[in-house]
């Protein structure tokens, strides 16, 4: 997941980035690294805070108040820490890092939920983005019959969420080795985190 994020991050800065004036050549990797550290901090802090419902939303398409992307929470609170880490790292303005996060951060976790909400694209999935976050723990989990984040994020991307997939999920939940659901919290606990319980 870490490498394909870079790469929607190299995909979408060309213009925020590379071509800008306000940051010399030398510095245009180190700038990318800093914003992509901004957006993978931001989402391991939701996933290991334990706001599931709130990464699962955002990953699946579900956009923030007003529907746009940048009135998420999520998204605002990655756009300060990367507005102010360019600031710090490279000397510009509030303005200056402003634009170059609303530019680049868009672009990249647009293409990041339409991979991600997009079952036929194998690329990026819930499982595995979940697994980066919380540290390996959710690939782990659907190997050995836990929880399938997949489920709940298809079934949230196309808006039919319902009693079957809750079901569904649940029994992924407590399929396979039910002692693994039972040390995460087992299936209220999971379903509860998830639905911000």
């Known amino acids: 997941m870490l490498e394909q994020l870079m790469s929607l991050i190299q995909d979408n800065s060309q213009e925020a980035i590379v ?6 050549n030398q510095n ?6 800093t ?4 957006v993978v901090g931001g989402l391991q802090n939701e996933a290991q805070g334990g706001n599931l419902s709130g990464l699962m939303g955002l990953l ?9 992307l940048m009135n998420n929470p999520i998204v605002a609170g990655i756009a300060q820490n990367a507005i102010g880490s360019l600031m710090e790292k490279f000397g510009l303005s509030n303005s200056a ?17 339409s991979k991600t909400s997009n079952p036929n694209d194998n690329s990026m999935d819930f499982g595995g983005i979940m697994g980066s976050l919380l540290g390996g723990q959710a690939p782990q989990q659907q190997q050995q019959g836990g929880f399938d984040f997949n ?23 407590l399929g396979g080795n039910s002692g693994n659901a039972g040390s995460a919290g087992g299936l209220g606990g999971l379903l509860g985190g998830l639905f911000g319980k």
């Open 19 to 24: 071509n800008n004036p306000a940051i010399p």
């Open 97 to 113: 890092a402003g634009n170059i996060i609303a530019q680049v951060l868009p672009g990249v976790l647009g293409s990041m939920i």
């Open 151 to 173: 489920q709940i994020g298809y079934a949230l991307a196309d808006g039919k969420l319902d009693m079957n997939d809750v079901m569904r999920i649940g029994g992924s939940l």
């Open 60 to 68: 699946s398409g579900q956009a923030g108040q007003g529907g746009s």
């Open 35 to 38: 914003v992509f550290q901004s």
């Open 28 to 33: 245009n990797n180190a700038a990318m690294q």
